[in-house]
């Protein structure tokens, strides 16, 4: 059981917007440490789609968006396409374990 | 661009020894934190061990057994895992760790540790 808290799966229409989230701890996403969120598609490595809360590397659409507050953070995915369909995973320092660690992931179905 | 290429993975006994290796390329390696993470068949991602400007890290679950190293003079981010368990039979990848606002894209393929009598 992992200190990040992630909901196992969401789900959501083609076109729709979907929003994953991370619920954290006063030693982690509390103490203001920063959030990262990865993608990885069926088969696939991992890809890190969000880094530092907001912020999307190179080639990562607008539609994904990231967003922290207090000991929480979401993921929105606007827009939903099929090719969406991945596990995501959230990722912070955690200042009590002395290390990041990984939510358990969540699979997005995109219906 | 980016390329990391681990190498060292294999089958070894309970109680062995491995040595993985990731050679790093296409950016400044002594500017990025780096980490690597492992993932068992079916399982989730887990983050294993990191390395910064500011010192090494380790999970709970390796810490004592596994030590991690960078060398910049061959651009080669290490993993010396001691004491195997069957606990730890997974695919190792090689990333660089977002720090500090600083990021930048990049996961190796991959490396396969099997941990098997």
């Known amino acids: 059981q992992s200190v990040l808290t992630q909901p196992p799966s969401v789900s959501g229409a083609p076109g729709q917007r979907a929003t994953i989230s991370c619920t954290g701890s006063?030693?982690?996403?509390?103490?203001?440490?920063?959030v990262h969120w990865y993608q990885q598609l069926p088969g696939t490595i991992p890809r890190l789609l969000i880094y530092?809360?907001?912020n999307r590397p190179s080639g990562v659409p607008g539609r994904f968006s990231g967003s922290k507050s207090g000991t929480s953070a979401s993921l929105a995915i606007g827009g939903l396409q099929p090719e969406d369909e991945a596990i995501y995973y959230c990722?912070?320092?955690?200042?009590?374990?002395?290390?990041?660690?990984f939510g358990e992931g969540t699979k997005l179905t995109v219906l | 661009e980016v390329q990391l290429v681990e190498s060292g993975g294999g089958l070894v006994q309970p109680g062995g020894s491995l040595r993985l290796s990731c050679a790093a390329s296409g950016f400044t390696f002594s500017n990025y934190a780096m980490s690597w993470v492992r993932q068992a068949p079916g399982k989730g991602l887990e983050w294993v061990s990191g390395i910064t400007a500011a010192g090494t890290y380790y999970a709970g679950s390796v810490k004592g057994r596994f030590t991690i190293s960078r060398d910049f003079s061959k651009d080669t981010l290490y993993l010396q895992m001691s004491s195997l368990r069957a606990g730890d039979t997974a695919m190792y990848y090689c990333?660089?760790?977002?720090?500090?606002?600083?990021?930048?894209?990049?996961w190796g393929q991959g490396t396969l540790v099997t941990v098997s009598s």
């Open positions: 990722q912070a320092f955690d200042s009590g374990l002395r290390g990041w660690v």
């Open positions: 990333t660089i760790q977002p720090n500090h606002g600083i990021a930048l894209p990049g």
């Open positions: 530092a809360n907001t």
């Open positions: 006063g030693s982690n996403l509390g103490a203001g440490y920063d």
